[in-house]
């Protein structure tokens, strides 16, 4: 069952939605509620050297996204002029709001792209809009340029929406994968 904007705010009055900070009256439509960009973005380097072949093998033993993370992308700020995200460019984003989701709340979300940015060929997510119950954090935002124009990211921008659906049952466990709790303030 998908939450509508009187059961959004509801949730957030009684802490079973926890959204920091709140978000303001006009960010809610009938079934999501929209969430901002952070100034914080994490830019993905290419080995541009001869004869090295970069393979990344996320089922290796010993892989972790972390230490490629480290490796392979810079943080980058998004200063007063914005961001160019060109064509076929992609990009690591972060909410600016920090969310959680308690899993007593019975309660997950789903972190969509806005129909604005879609126009434009700008995704948001690229396989992972899953928000568990129990997840606390800023959700990292996989933003994508698919079209042929640069685009301008701005901090502070709406940037998705979050849609909310009550979980049949209390999980037995919350979210505790590898990116609980992650923030990029």
Same mark, same amino acid.
């Given at each position: ?5 009187r ?8 802490g ?14 009938s ?14 380097r *290419? =080995?541009?050297?001869p004869?090295l ?5 996320p /089922? @290796?033993?010993?892989?972790?996204? !972390?230490? %490629? #993370?480290?490796t392979?992308s ?20 972060? *909410? =600016? ?6 899993s007593?709340?019975?309660? /997950? @979300?789903?972190?969509?792209?806005? !129909?604005? %940015? #879609? ?5 948001v ?25 640069q685009?301008k ?14 979980t ?10 590898q ?5 990029k303030?």
């Open positions: 069952m998908v939450l509508t904007d059961e959004i705010e509801s949730a957030i009055k009684h079973h939605i926890r959204i920091d900070p709140a978000p303001d009256v006009t960010f809610y439509s079934t999501s509620v929209d969430l901002t960009l952070s100034r914080f973005l994490s830019v993905w *290419t =080995a541009n050297f004869g072949d970069t393979v990344v093998s /089922a @290796a033993a010993g892989y972790q996204y !972390s230490q %490629l #993370a480290k392979f810079e943080p980058r700020e998004i200063g007063s002029d914005g961001y160019i995200l060109g064509p076929n460019a992609f990009v690591l984003g972060w *909410t =600016a709001e920090t969310i959680e989701l308690p007593h709340s019975r309660l /997950a @979300a789903r972190v969509e792209g806005k !129909s604005s %940015l #879609a126009r434009l060929a700008i995704g997510h690229i396989t992972a809009p899953t928000i568990h119950a129990g997840f606390k954090g800023q959700i990292q935002l996989e933003l994508w340029n698919h079209g042929p124009l685009v990211l701005m901090s502070g921008m709406r940037v998705c929406q979050l849609i909310f659906e009550q049949l049952g209390t999980p037995e466990k919350g979210y505790s994968g990116f609980f709790a992650q923030s303030k």
